[in-house]
């Protein structure tokens, strides 16, 4: 159930000013944000019927320090776990979606591309292709029976979407298996009718068939309860087009051609030994980023199959790099982002966006902030238009002097069926989810 506001960004054209000794840190005003929200919605009486059924962290439990880390429920005997599908409205039907196959490539491509998410002022929507959600969806011991699609019986066209595929992620000392929810999707058509919660249920279901008992999603809006929330940075690189298109104003005093040359980037990497990810650098990329990830709190434990899975360059899928030392030929450090275009609604020059999303990064001798330079350049030599960041990981260190400007949404980050006692700081999370 990925989300990051599609491509709001909206970042004023004018340098972000240096951090102020004394200014509270950006999570710290995300973490006062989010306790804004949730005091707002109790005051309101909003209630999560669904949510409030599900073993996840609830609101009354926030700041229960007596509660244990870990799962929330134990696992049931499989026994016990439903075998059949959970009821649909009767005009509907469950499929399950062969994600091998081209044709139901484009069906799914299609209904994400009309349906998924928007920003909130509605200019941009994502637009996975097709080749991207079949990487996404078949990661090493996938399940098909996670990829579910929801058909109208009569017309066969489908109407509803969402997946599950399996990953082992590390929170503090303990691996747990778990699956990643994402590309939860209603049509437009079709909301508001507590059809989600089915999906939502459904999936967990199948889930549980695999002896899974975990997982974790991200979404735009704030549910029960987030482990963490991030915000996304979006760094310009075709300043013009971002204008053009309202990604972005033109910042107080600026002027166009003054704003090209604050983003102008040079055409050449100033990193020596900066190339290309090959199938050989796998194992050194295992051990680089293992050994990276395991600072953080909650992280994937990657091995040498998923690096080559996630992280091998794929045509306009996903772009990754490393630092061979010239001397010693040692891989010392690792950049990588994937490619996640939006549609631009209803304007008369441009229909895409082109969006690199910073992906998982390693700094071990390059110093982040020129690592991070040399991946913008590749990126605007590539011709995306913009370079979005969570502020995950070391990232922060970077955004601002590298002109990222904050965005307007956020990303809230969530675990179901364990519990984190404390929620975390951006900074304290290894993990990226598409
Ligand atoms: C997200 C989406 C599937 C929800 O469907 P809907 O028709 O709006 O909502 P429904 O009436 O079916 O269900 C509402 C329930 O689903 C929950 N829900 C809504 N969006 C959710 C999300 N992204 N993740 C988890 N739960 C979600 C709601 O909180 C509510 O449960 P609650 O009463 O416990 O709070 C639909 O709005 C959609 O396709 N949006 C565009 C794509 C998108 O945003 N996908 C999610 C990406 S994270």
């Known amino acids: ?11 004023e054209e004018t340098p972000n000013p240096s951090p102020d000794g004394n200014a509270p840190s950006d999570s710290d005003l995300a973490l006062d944000n989010l306790a804004r929200k949730v005091q707002e919605s109790l005051a309101l009486g909003k209630r999560h019927k669904f949510w409030e059924s599900q073993p996840v962290g609830q609101f009354k439990d926030i700041g229960d320090t007596s509660l244990p880390e870990g799962p929330i429920e134990a696992p049931t005997p499989l026994s016990e776990v439903k075998q059949e599908p959970y009821n649909l409205p009767n005009p509907y039907e469950w499929i399950t979606c062969d994600m091998d196959s081209e044709e139901m490539c484009i069906e799914v491509y299609t209904l994400l591309t009309n349906n ?21 969806l078949r990661p090493p011991g996938y399940f098909k029976s996670w990829h579910i699609g929801v058909r109208v019986k009569n017309s066969k066209k489908l109407v509803a979407f969402i997946t599950g595929i399996p990953a082992r992620i590390r929170v503090r000392d303990e691996i747990v298996n778990m699956a990643e929810i994402n590309f939860l999707c209603v049509h437009k058509k079709l909301r508001s009718k507590r059809l989600a919660p089915v999906m939502i249920k459904e999936v967990t279901r199948r889930v549980h068939l695999e002896h899974i008992w975990q997982a974790a999603y991200t979404a735009g809006i704030v549910l029960p309860t987030p482990i963490s929330t991030c915000q996304y940075w979006h760094r310009s690189l075709n300043p013009k087009k971002l204008i053009d298109v309202g990604f972005s104003r033109l910042g107080a005093r600026m002027t166009m051609s003054r704003t090209i040359k604050l983003y102008k980037l040079p055409d050449t990497t100033a990193t020596p030994g900066f190339r290309k990810m090959e199938l050989h650098d796998v194992p050194a990329v295992t051990r680089t980023i293992r050994k990276y990830l395991s600072q953080f709190i909650v ?72 690592l991070m330079n040399d991946a913008l350049i590749v990126a605007k030599r590539k011709d995306y238009d913009v370079f979005n960041a969570l502020d995950v990981m070391h990232n922060g260190s970077f955004l601002k002097e590298l002109k990222f400007g904050p965005g307007d949404g956020k990303l809230h980050y969530y675990l179901y069926n364990y519990r984190i006692k404390q929620t975390l700081k951006a900074s304290e999370l290894g993990l990226v989810l598409l």
């Not at 159930?1 to 970042?11: E, K, L, Q, T, Y």
């Not at 998924?116 to 996404?136: C, G, P, T």
């Open 1 to 11: 159930m990925v989300d990051s506001n599609a491509s709001s960004g909206a970042p």
């Open 116 to 136: 998924y998410v928007e920003d909130d002022e509605n200019m941009f929507r994502f637009n996975y292709s097709k080749e991207f959600l079949q990487w996404a």
């Open 299 to 370: 992280a994937p434990d990657f091995d040498d199959n998923d690096v080559e899975h996630w992280l091998l360059p794929k045509e306009n899928v996903v772009d990754s790099y490393v630092v061979e030392c010239p001397e010693t030929h040692e891989i010392t450090d690792f950049c990588s982002f994937y490619t996640l275009p939006s549609s631009i609604l209803g304007n008369q020059s441009y229909s895409t966006l082109k969006a690199a999303y910073s992906y998982y990064n390693v700094s071990t001798k390059t110093p982040l902030l020129q």
